[in-house]
């Protein structure tokens, strides 16, 4: 973390000193009288030249300096092209060029609710939203830079009208965020270190002393349970592959749903091998799995009224003499049989395994969260998840948490005529598909291991879990997609 922040709620904007920054955010409509009222609290008057830039419609972000009372930050915002993400993502990029060695506090005025009620679900979240901007910008993954930086304090002071509110969104947007940090570090980490034993150890590290339970699976129970898809993958490499499974079960819990993630430390593509640069951002391809102990993390913290189940194949897609190899046939632990016919396809064979182990505990859902297929960020871009399912009910609450927390997810087309393109002349069902259309073929794979009468959801994660420009606190390492849209569906 850039900073040790302290987060604080106030109903007036707090006296502030040489090394504070305070934030406002006014609609630009490039009249002065919409500065009036910073002018009266700081009790001075603007120069010319912050005239100027403050009433020029076309610059959206100026930055004053006072004598004693530290900078003035103000954002002036389109109401035309405002989204839910402005606050957070503006307020990330403000965290993430703030001084560390000059700023002491930082102080964000956040705007009275009813100019923006219109766009956002409800007065908390829109406040949640300020306090998860601060909190994500000042996210980084520094523990292998060898020159340690300092972590200084930063009180973050959040000002608003209705103070009750505002503190209830500061410990939901903290919670949160510990949660999508957590992720986050999980998909940063190098495989070198993150071997899926390493990843166990972390997991249950993280959640000793939390109501959620953690188990685990090793090869030899693999064997025992038939799960030979897993074992499959996992046998090119010297670190054996682990099924992990989560357990959160609040008291009067009416539902439980299952969240399946796709847990692949390193993807080299196996002997269907990828080339060097596919294969630069392939330690992030456990990045669904990631997703799915975020949000255990989060349903904890948050407690969360509904009862989860975990199942995460974690495996490295390597190669060895042992490797798995395209034309083999995987015996999976449903019965039902698999021709490989690309090994890079790996991502949709342990999940065969872990959708049918999910099934088993009878839930009310199955969600996965997959890094899956190049074929859907080829289609989405980096921003939108792909969603596949045909469950009407869970796709409208999914979109709905989406476009609330601004995890986009975009539904994709899931029709059985696609299913044609996986027959295997010589197992039940092949790997790979025909050229188009690849992150559905991948979505009808997954399918053929669910239990048809269970409700089943897939996102595919490939785009918007790893770094990407599209936002400030996306920028330079893997973004923790799917925590914040899961503690928001959940919490439902
Ligand atoms: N892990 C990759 C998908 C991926 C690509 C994730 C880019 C993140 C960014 C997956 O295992 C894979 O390699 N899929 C292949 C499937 C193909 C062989 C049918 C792909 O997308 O090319
Ligand atoms: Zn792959
Ligand atoms: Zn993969």
């Known amino acids: ?102 700023a002491k506090e930082l102080a964000v005025s956040i705007p009275e609710y009813c100019d923006f009620s219109e766009l956002f679900d409800s007065e908390e979240y829109f406040s949640q939203s300020f306090i998860e901007g601060v909190l994500l910008g000042n996210y980084d993954f520094s523990v292998y830079k060898s020159k340690k930086k300092r972590t200084p304090k930063l009180n973050a002071v959040f000002v608003g009208s209705n103070l009750k509110l505002l503190k209830s969104a500061a410990v939901k947007a903290e919670k949160t965020i510990e949660a999508v940090c ?56 010297d670190n054996p592959p682990i099924l992990l499974v989560l357990e959160y079960k609040p008291a009067r819990a009416k539902e439980t749903i299952a969240l399946v993630g796709k847990g692949i430390t390193y993807d080299s593509g196996g002997l269907s091998i990828k080339p060097t640069d596919g294969m630069l951002e392939m330690k992030g391809d456990m990045a669904g799995a990631a997703a799915v102990v975020g949000t255990f993390f989060a349903a904890d913290k948050l407690k969360i009224g509904k009862a989860l189940i975990g199942v995460i194949p974690l495996a490295e897609n390597l190669i060895n003499g042992s490797s798995y190899k395209p034309g083999d046939i995987v015996s999976t632990a449903s019965g039902k049989t698999i021709e490989v016919k690309n090994t ?74 696609y299913k044609k393109l996986l027959k295997s002349d010589i197992a039940d069902i092949s790997n790979i598909g025909s050229r188009w259309g690849g992150a559905i073929t991948a979505a009808k794979f997954l399918e053929n291991f669910m239990e048809k009468d269970i409700p089943y959801v897939h ?34």
């Not at 954002?75 to 092209?81: D, G, I, M, N, V």
């Not at 150890?201 to 685990?216: A, E, G, P, Q």
């Not at 792909?386 to 601004?406: C, I, N, P, Q, V």
């Open 1 to 102: 973390m850039k900073f040790s922040v302290k987060i604080k709620t106030v109903s007036s904007h707090p006296k502030t000193g040489v090394d504070a920054l305070s934030v406002f955010f006014l609609e630009n409509k490039g009249k002065k009288t919409e500065f009036k009222s910073i002018e009266e609290l700081f009790n001075l008057k603007f120069n010319s030249s912050s005239n100027k830039l403050l009433t020029d419609e076309d610059t959206s972000k100026v930055e004053i300096q006072t004598e004693d009372k530290g900078n003035i930050l103000i954002f002036k915002f389109k109401k035309a092209e405002l989204t839910v993400d402005y606050f957070r993502d503006s307020l990330a990029g403000c965290l993430q060029s703030l001084n560390s060695a000059a």
């Open 182 to 237: 957590f992720a986050k570090d999980l998909v940063n980490e190098p495989a070198i270190t993150l071997t899926p034993r390493e990843f166990v150890r972390r997991v249950k590290k993280n959640f000793t002393d939390t109501s959620v339970k953690v188990k685990t699976m090793n090869e030899a129970a693999l064997k025992r349970n038939k799960m030979n898809a897993i074992l499959s993958v996992g046998r090119g490499s």
């Open 344 to 417: 890079d396809a790996e991502g949709r064979i342990v999940l065969a395994d872990a959708l049918e182990y999910a099934c088993k505990f009878k839930p009310n859902a199955v969600i996965d969260f997959a890094t899956l297929t190049g074929a859907c960020v080829v289609a989405l871009g980096e921003f939108a998840a792909g969603m596949f399912t045909k469950d009407r009910t869970l796709a409208g609450k999914l979109k709905r948490a989406g476009d609330k927390t601004y995890e986009i997810l975009w539904e994709l087309p899931f029709m059985d005529a």
């Open 459 to 492: 996102l595919d994660i490939a785009g918007p879990a790893l770094k990407h420009e599209l936002t400030s606190y996306t920028k330079k390492w893997a973004t923790g997609f799917g925590v914040r849209l899961m503690s928001d569906f959940l919490s439902e």
